[in-house]
């Protein structure tokens, strides 16, 4: 099946920005999606405790955002989504915050980011929308050079699995899920765009390729056909070292 165009992906998400700037509304096809941001933004107070400057990729209506905005007190958030409404949303929601907001619209392939300038990176439903492997490792390897030393990526995404039977049945038991939402109709319309636009890979993928970039990579929670990863970029290391 021939994926969905950038452009088709950005008119969709510019129509749909009221039901994205409301978590349960908005992630209700997101298995645990509520529970995920409160362990992200915990998980993050801890690795990163400082951080001043968010990049939030894919940022939506800024929901991501505006959960660690009540943790931290950021001096600059920069917003990047395909859809300008969807940006425009997410600037009205996070002014009262008093950062300065940065928002980009671009596909996150296309981003050309300052080494060493953002603390966190939040990149929640945004990644599976990278279609070849080369670009999955250009783009960990890109963010892992935009962290300062100490900083940290939180991923939360749709995942498949390596191993065929395993992926066939997390798939049935996330059709069961979609279905108890609404109906098998509901089941049908996500389960066509998810083929038509996206193109997730496994959690050991990831893995790999965040180690890969740089990074030490764990997984933070996973539920059927979701899961969040943490990736912390070392300190820095600073003035005369002991021999072995």
Known sequence: MTKASTDEIRARFDNDVERFSNLNTGQMSTQDAPQVMEMIAGAATRTTPNAKAILDLGCGAGNFSLKLSQLYSFEKITLVDLSANMLDRAVERLRPTGAVLHPIQSDIRDLDLEPESVDLIVAAAVLHHLRAEVEW????????????????????????????????????????????????????????????????????????????????????????????????????????????
Not at 170 to 177: I, K, L, V
Not at 205 to 227: E, I, M, P, S, T
Request: glycine share 6%; hydrophobic share 45%; charged share 20%.
């Open 137 to 244: 490792a250009m783009v960990f390897r890109q963010l892992f050079q935009a962290l300062k030393p100490g900083g940290s990526l939180w991923i939360w995404d749709l995942v498949e699995h390596d191993i065929p039977g395993l992926q066939a049945e997390m798939w049935h038991r996330y059709g069961q899920y979609l279905e108890s939402l609404k109906d098998a109709a509901y089941r049908d319309h996500v389960f066509a765009y998810i083929a038509h636009e996206d193109s997730p890979r496994s959690v050991a993928f990831q893995l790999h390729h965040l180690r890969a970039a740089g990074f030490q990579a764990d997984v933070v929670h996973k539920n059927g056909c979701f899961a969040a990863i943490a990736a912390a970029k070392a300190q820095a290391i600073t003035g005369p070292q002991t021999p072995k």
